[in-house]
């Protein structure tokens, strides 16, 4: 049986056209399902394994470290001098955070807890807790600013209690004391005849209420209705606005709780969320994209806006009263304590601040916060929140504990909050967000360059093989034809025998 290459090469090309048209619909539909696979795996929802759990219970893991800024003039800042400090550590601390007490909503939305315990590393710390830092005593100074209004009278009472539980200007603890609270004559008595009037009832530490918290009551979207709305705040503690700051504006809950963020994000998106430590939303801007092990991602940062006072910046006037730019002022929030916060070392911050203290070196790569999200998904890749507790101090005529001390915005500690995925966490997003969109990618591709190759060759084939039809039909006839017409001036040998015969008998 003969083989018609004709026709063989005309399904190929028929194959050809198929597989290109194949590779044309993958080009479009491929990143559709991609985006479909997207949106199911980001909405908050139980029947999603992997990522539900990821979001309940984070499997990075998240790490505190606290620097101490000691205070090695302590009593020529009585005097009137220049703060010194010098930095010490990092103290690491694990944290690891749990989600609890979740509900599901029928408006699309899920309530919830998030437990927080700290556990300290000493491998990763520089130092130990242990070690013994002198810092400025919140407790003396702090309240010397908030009573300074008082009658003189009860400002010489306030400073007769100082010094009958012994308390002075600036305190000298062991680390893990400051930490998580140590025993207090002078806190005891508060706590006893003052109820309320300390953020915690038991000992008081700079981190004590932290520790085996929560931070509140979060509901927020799941997205099933809507991705774009997933992991946003729809009210904190009941609250779908807050009453700390002067204005609308600065009240509003923005943005998602901090932890994730829509996904399908672009250039020109921002990061909001709101933080309950800070007591307000705030919003990172894109800065630069990056790559963290093969996975794309974008970098946000703090705008030097975040803590400008409102002269600079008008939007923030109703987080006043304010002092230079670079400081937020959450005393309405902390028991109307004297307290501030900013960037580590003032970093973007007025840098008159970095005269009034000796010691500070301020730097975008120590000292910048920044969270790097991988765009299409709205995960965190690398995260370092990067904040700084400072204490506003001054003299107060009738508290002698604060002497002739300057009036200064004085650092106690800065911290930084990190993590980053890695681990079997990391392999999966690799898998599923670089190599299986590459492999659809390249796919697509490969079946239009198939196609096209297959259809040329077939194209090929057949052309030849009719050229040589045409070719072979063409000889056959000029041979059929030269076979029928007689050769000229050519007889048979019969005529010519005739012809001599009948030329003779002539």
């Not at 909001?272 to 705030?282: E, G, L, V």
């Not at 309405?332 to 009034?356: E, G, Q, W």
């Not at 975008?364 to 990067?386: A, K």
């Not at 009738?398 to 993590?419: A, D, L, N, Q, R």
Request: charged letters at 20%; aromatic letters at 12%; one cysteine or more.
């Amino acid at each position: 049986m003969t083989i018609d290459k004709s026709k063989v090469a005309v399904g190929f090309v028929v194959a050809g056209v198929l597989t290109v048209f194949f590779g044309t619909v993958l080009a479009f539909v491929g990143p559709l399902i991609i985006d479909d696979q997207i949106v199911k795996n980001t909405m908050i929802d139980p029947k999603n394994e992997m990522s539900y759990t990821m979001w309940k219970d984070i499997p990075v893991p998240f790490y505190m470290s606290v620097y101490f800024f000691n205070v090695l003039n302590p009593k020529e800042i009585l005097k009137g001098e220049k703060p010194m400090v010098e930095q010490k550590g990092p103290y690491v601390y694990r944290k690891r955070c749990q989600k609890d007490n979740i509900t599901f909503h029928p408006n699309n939305t899920v309530s919830y807890r998030e437990y927080r315990k700290y556990f300290f590393e000493p491998t990763m710390s520089k130092g130990n807790e242990s070690d013994v830092v002198t810092i400025p005593n919140m407790l003396v100074l702090g309240a010397a600013v908030m009573m300074e209004n008082l009658p003189f009278a009860l400002r010489l009472m306030i400073s007769a209690s100082f010094k009958t539980f012994n308390e002075g200007p600036f305190l000298t603890k062991t680390v893990g004391e400051l930490m998580w609270g140590y025993d207090s004559g002078l806190v005891d008595f508060l706590n006893t005849y003052l109820p309320g009037m300390l953020p915690s009832s038991g000992k008081f530490g700079l981190f004590a209420e932290f520790n085996n918290s929560n931070t509140g009551l979060f509901t927020i979207f799941t997205g099933k209705d809507d991705i774009r709305n997933v992991h946003k705040v729809d009210s904190w503690n009941g609250l779908t606005e807050l009453n700390y700051w002067r204005t609308p504006q600065c009240n509003m809950i923005n943005g998602t709780a901090g932890q994730m963020w829509p996904p399908f994000m672009t250039k020109e998106s921002t990061l909001p969320f709101y933080s309950p430590d800070a007591c307000r939303s705030m919003e990172l801007v894109y800065q630069r994209p990056g790559e963290m092990h093969g996975i794309p991602l974008y970098r946000y940062v703090a705008p030097k806006t975040l803590f400008a006072n409102g002269t600079d910046y008008t939007p923030n006037e109703g987080f006043c009263p304010c002092r230079q730019s670079g400081l937020l002022n959450v005393s309405s929030c902390r028991h109307n304590s004297p307290v501030f916060i900013s960037h580590p070392h003032f970093f973007n911050a007025d840098p008159v601040l970095l005269d009034y203290v000796h010691g500070l070196h301020p730097n975008e790569e120590e000292h910048g916060l920044f969270i790097d999200i991988h765009p299409q998904t709205g995960v965190p890749l690398n995260v370092s929140i990067r904040l700084q507790l400072n204490l506003y101090m001054k003299r107060v005529s009738g508290i002698t504990e604060t002497g002739k001390i300057s009036e200064v915005v004085m650092p106690m500690i800065w911290f930084e909050e990190s993590g980053y995925i890695d681990g079997p966490i990391l392999n999966t997003f690799h898998t599923n967000l670089v190599i299986l969109p590459a492999v659809m990618e390249y796919m697509q591709y490969g079946f239009i360059a198939l196609g096209l190759m297959t259809i040329i060759i077939a194209s090929l084939v057949h052309y030849k093989v009719k050229r040589s039809r045409t070719k072979v039909s063409i000889e056959v006839e000029k041979t059929m034809a030269s076979d029928k017409e007689p050769v000229k001036g050519s007889l048979c040998p019969d005529m010519q025998e005739k012809s001599i015969m009948s030329y003779s008998e002539k």
